[in-house]
Nanobody, 122 residues
Framework: HVQLVESGGGSVQAGGSMRLSCAAP????????MAWFRQVPGKEREGVAY???????DYADSAKGRFTISKDIAENILYLQMNSLKPEDTAIYYC?????????????????WGQGTQVTVS
């Protein structure tokens, strides 16, 4: 069983930046796909950024050029650096892993999720 714990959410003004973190005690990030999703009440959970086991990354169109996903192997932490934040980025952000080498965009492929962290942009 993989336990994921997000942190770093909060409130920020539009145009500002925020960095989210995801820790996974006892889990080695380097071997597996990790991803960030977000969800607004009443809407489907959507993928934001994906980082594969080879450290290559993919982004949703809404995140391209503004968000950067990365993983610190030494500290075993996943990050999401978010810049130029917009009010429409307001959501609960979740980290997840599908425990495979490559990510897919299908959230049903991800069996392991964190509890989520709220990001509010005003």
């Amino acid at each position: 069983h993989v336990q994921l714990v997000e942190s770093g959410g909060g409130s920020v003004q539009a145009g500002g930046s925020m960095r989210l973190s995801c820790a996974a005690p006892g889990h080695t990030y380097s071997s597996y796909c990790m991803a960030w999703f977000r969800q607004v009440p009443g809407k489907e959970r959507e993928g934001v950024a994906y980082i594969h086991s080879d450290f290559s990354a993919d982004y949703a169109d809404s995140a391209k050029g503004r968000f950067t996903i990365s993983k610190d192997i030494a500290e075993n932490i996943l990050y999401l650096q978010m810049n130029s934040l917009k009010p429409e980025d307001t959501a609960i952000y979740y980290c997840a892993t599908n425990y495979r080498l490559r990510c897919t965009e299908n959230r049903s492929d991800f069996p392991y999720w964190g509890q989520g962290t709220q990001v509010t942009v005003s």
